[in-house]
Structures are given as C-alpha cells and as structure tokens.
C-alpha cells in the first residue's frame, strides 16, 4: 500500500534554500524536529519566517539583517 503522510521541512523565507539541503534526510515527521536540525544549522526565526545562515546578519545592535536577493 501507497499512503499519503505528512512531513515537514524548514525553508528559507528568504532564498527558499531547504535546511537539509545537504543532509541524508529530506524531511521529518514533526515541525519541531524540522526546526532543531535547522537550528543546529545556525537557521534563525524572525518575526514568524525562518532563514538561512546565508541570508541574515546582525548589526552592531544585534538587530537582524537580511541579504537582499536580486529577483531573476
């Protein structure tokens, strides 16, 4: 039998690079095992989205800054 199950994954908001991207595991059965693989990744979350360690920075105030992505 086939079945249909759900998974979960964190995504980059801002690249839309997948936290395990390069990883043996594609995704996982609860947000929150999603969400501590991405951590251990240095992912953060801001104000509800989620990004990559290429995407953000903070300033001299530990204020989060976003890289900026050219439209394509």
């Not at 390069?22 to 992912?43: F, I, L, P, Q, R």
């Not at 509800?48 to 992505?69: A, M, V």
Request: glycine share 4%; net charge negative; proline share 3%.
């Amino acid at each position: 039998m086939i079945k249909e199950v759900i998974m979960y994954t964190v995504i980059c908001d801002n690249c839309g690079v997948d936290a395990n991207k390069d990883t043996e595991y594609s995704c996982w059965n609860d947000k929150g095992s999603a969400w501590d693989v991405a951590m251990d990744s240095d992912w953060t979350e801001h104000e509800g989205k989620h990004y990559c360690p290429d995407c953000f920075s903070y300033d001299d105030d530990d204020n989060i800054q976003l890289r900026k992505i050219e439209p394509k």
